[in-house]
């Protein structure tokens, strides 16, 4: 088992990295010729001088990658925010919008895609002004206007929203991946992958999601003959969009996290319930708090993805849950 220091134990230690520790990296890399990345993956960045250096850093990569299409692929997973709270001081999240233009993939989870929809008054269009005024994605056909707009107005070529959720009272709960690839006229082909939901809070499910994803979606581009030589990777308009390789990439990506946190889970519930059985056995008379503080802490470790003993579910996932047509 994997063991993280990080915000979900409720306490963290350790120092963020600055915009001059990113610029500094980079520059290293760059100056020993190790700079030909093929793809690039952004997620969390701590602070709005650090993504404005993160920013630069893509967009230098992408320049020096125009003469040769398809040799560079930036995936920006904007992580600013989830069940209807910031992660993020306020100040950073019209940085993390000005990436959204330059980026090949974008992979927001729901509020996210809400608070990069809401920029587009400011920058000149009333396409989506009325976010403004309070009207978020609640249902299948909001969702598809905002994949629209950020198709449209961004001119993104690839959408993913992560952690959908439109499970109606008494329906079997389950989280939705949405996604599209626009056609050569902005139009979008949109899918969803459903898988059930599992009763277990887990710390770094989104990095998870979406590292497999650049695997994934290199993997299922290089399937296509002369896919990869072509701008962001995108598909001829005439592939449906369940057979995008955004769709395979988000089919197989979701059977391997489905496969490992169902057997994190399995194994975090005996775990537990061993504990449980110790504390009650030890009688311990220590003050209730103390006892809620370990017991979280204990509840916290017990859920760390086990990654690295389920290495076959991320090698060889086995797709249970297919990419469906979204018509609109």
Not at 60 to 67: I, P, R, S
Not at 163 to 182: D, E, R
Not at 237 to 252: G, M, N, S, Y
């Amino acid at each position: 088992m994997s063991v993280g220091n990080h915000t979900g134990y409720g306490q963290v230690k350790g120092t963020k990295a600055t915009a001059a520790d990113i610029t500094d990296l980079y520059h290293g890399l760059k100056n020993s010729g190790l700079d030909e990345f093929d793809m690039m993956l952004s997620g969390y960045i701590p602070g709005k001088e650090a993504v404005q250096a993160v920013g630069a850093i893509a967009r230098e990569l992408k320049f020096n990658a125009t003469m040769k299409p398809g040799s560079f692929f930036w995936v920006l997973d904007p992580v600013m925010g989830d069940n209807g709270r910031l992660y993020v001081a306020e100040e950073i999240v019209p940085e993390y919008k000005k990436l959204v233009h330059d980026a090949d993939l974008i992979m927001p989870n729901q509020y996210e895609a809400e608070y990069v929809l809401s920029f587009l008054s400011l920058l000149g269009t009333n396409v989506w002004n009325r976010w403004l005024s309070g009207v978020k994605i609640t249902d299948m056909d909001s969702l598809v206007e905002a994949i629209m707009a950020l198709h449209g107005s961004f001119k993104v070529p690839h959408v993913v929203i992560t952690s959908v959720n439109f499970a109606a009272q008494g329906a079997i709960p389950s989280l939705s991946i949405v996604g599209s690839t626009k056609t050569s006229t902005d139009r979008p082909r949109i899918f969803q992958v459903q898988v059930p939901s599992l009763d277990c809070f887990f710390s770094g499910t989104g990095d998870m999601f979406a590292a497999l994803m650049v695997v994934r979606l290199r993997e299922a581009v290089c399937a296509v003959e002369g896919l990869l030589e072509k701008n962001s990777w995108v598909s001829d308009d005439d592939v449906p969009a369940t057979e995008l390789p955004l769709a395979k990439a988000v089919e197989k990506a979701l059977a391997s996290m489905q496969e490992v946190l169902t057997r994190t889970m399995t194994k975090r519930d005996k775990e537990l319930a061993e504990w449980e059985a110790k504390q009650k056995l030890a009688g311990t008379a220590e003050e209730e708090s103390e006892t809620e503080k370990v017991r979280h802490l204990k509840k916290t470790r017990a859920a760390e993805v086990r990654l690295v003993r389920n290495l076959e579910c991320l090698k060889h996932p086995v797709v249970k849950y297919e990419a469906e047509n979204v018509e609109f």
